[in-house]
């Protein structure tokens, strides 16, 4: 199969790394090894397969870019090798994908497009004013736009008198506390760019993960459930996960401290699936939650689960657009074909783009198969982004992967401590345990594991004693008397890394020095 490449010119940010909205789209629906240019200010695409009908090479100019080249057999690109971090290391046969793109650029009228024209332009004003931005769809950042572009008018492009007048407006909200939203806007606004009439053609401020659900803990980590992202939260039936995300939404709800980190006060929504409104009221009522997270819960019907998870959350988030925070219980159980790689990527790029434009945080939770040890009993340990139930699609296409299994020391009981890893994009992951202390879910001590029934496998005996020979901060040294073989022996401190129990650190194995351990 032949090769092509796709060429998408001025398409993000140089310094920030930012796509527009619609590149984003093209380089996530077609899923093959991508990079900057060279210039850093657009992406290359490369993949596997044929240009369709005579093959001749497409050269258009595109929303959100300078233009787009897709070319095939005859031409080159020049190799940056600045992969983007989120897509496949290796080139994909992607023959439908690229059809399917060739069609909508040729779609694409060479017309300029026309701006959002509703009465003259004192009307606009006044409008905007008053706090009417239904000429904009209800779309904020379109809405910020066009009342610069009249400021800019009004005010001869000074941008000090715009920004006073546009903080002063009703648009004001948390997002024009950043300097750099507000300059960027501005900017546009003075070179007068137009805000579209057609919402999918509108380039919007991308915010990508500079906004958070749960901010960074410290300038090593990277904060939680990105804005304007898809994020998911995995673990096997009775893990707790809708119990945890509800109790932290709380928190963020309130402004309040997120075990050990900070969050602004921003509002949430819970979509539950169809299981009837009384068995509803009986699971909220098991969760304990205060009557303010039960009044934030939307119950999806039969006749929603039909239309599927993109439909009902655009109508939602529509409907409520003062949530930034959108929890979807069993997405996975939402979907016809979970395991199914097509589907799965199908589907969360979908939610990716409405979560950009609405700018909110979609979390979801999924499933996670269970494993046995080698005693027999279930073990819930998760190794990493691609344990979740079903595509690996789910771990690939999501930001904030958070997943809850339960201890080692008694996998069936519910009252034993839980091990929590949250796996960023970019930082260090963070693994924790939490249990319940005064009636509250806590961060607790690492719980020492237990022998269960049985004699214990050889690696089980090797953590063991581990854990007795060791303090927290010191160095783990092999020794005779562990009672496993050296290469029993490496091979578990792999395993151990992996689950967070043991940190690696310039080729030398260590013992976490406080409860909160970190792994990049």
Known sequence: MACSGVDIDKCCDAVTGKFTPESRE?????????????????????????????????????????????????????????????????????????????????????SKRSLVISGNEEEK?????????????GD??????GLLNILARRLNNDMFKMDEAWIKSPLYRDKLERTDYRS?????????????????EDVMEDDGIDEYVVEACSKDHEGWFPLGDVSLVGGSSGTGKTYWMMTLFEKVRRGADVWGHTAQA??????????????MRRTLNRLGLPPEAKERVIRVTSAQQLAGPVAVLTETTEREPGAKAWFVEG???????????SEVAQVLDELQRLATRRNVAIIASVGSAKEKTAEGRDSERYHGRDTLFGSVAWGRKSE??????????????????????????NGKSEHFWMGFKDGELQIVERPRPKIGKGPPSKAGLLKLNVFAKFKRGERIRYSPDMGASPKTYYDWLKVAVAEGLIEHRDGTYWMPDSVRGSTT
């Not at 921003?266 to 409104?277: I, K, P, S």
């Not at 997405?331 to 790689?341: F, G, T, V």
Request: aromatic share 8%.
């Open 125 to 137: 004003y006044r409008k905007l004013m008053a706090g009417d931005f239904s000429d904009y769809a």
């Open 266 to 279: 921003r509002d949430y929504r819970v979509l539950m699936l169809d299981r009837g409104a009384k068995a």
């Open 184 to 200: 960027a806007t501005i900017m546009k606004a003075i070179k007068g760019e137009p805000v579209f009439t057609n919402e999918d």
């Open 331 to 341: 997405l996975d159980l939402w979907l016809k074909e979970a395991n199914k790689m």
């Open 140 to 145: 904020l950042s379109r809405a910020d736009l």
């Open 26 to 110: 093209i380089v996530i629906g077609l899923d093959s090894y991508s990079e900057y240019s060279p210039s850093g200010t657009g992406a290359h695409v490369f993949g596997l397969g044929e240009l369709p009908g005579d093959g001749k090479p497409i050269v258009r100019p595109i929303p959100g870019a300078k233009q787009i080249e897709i070319k095939a057999k005859g031409f080159y690109f020049t190799y940056s090798a600045r992969h983007l971090s989120k897509t496949p290391a290796s080139l994909m046969p992607r023959q439908t994908e690229l059809n399917a793109l060739c069609k909508h650029v040729l779609s694409i009228t060479q």
């Open 400 to 425: 904030t992967i958070v997943l809850i299994s339960k201890t080692d020391n008694d996998p069936l009981h519910d009252d034993c401590p839980r091990q929590y890893s949250v796996l960023v994009r």
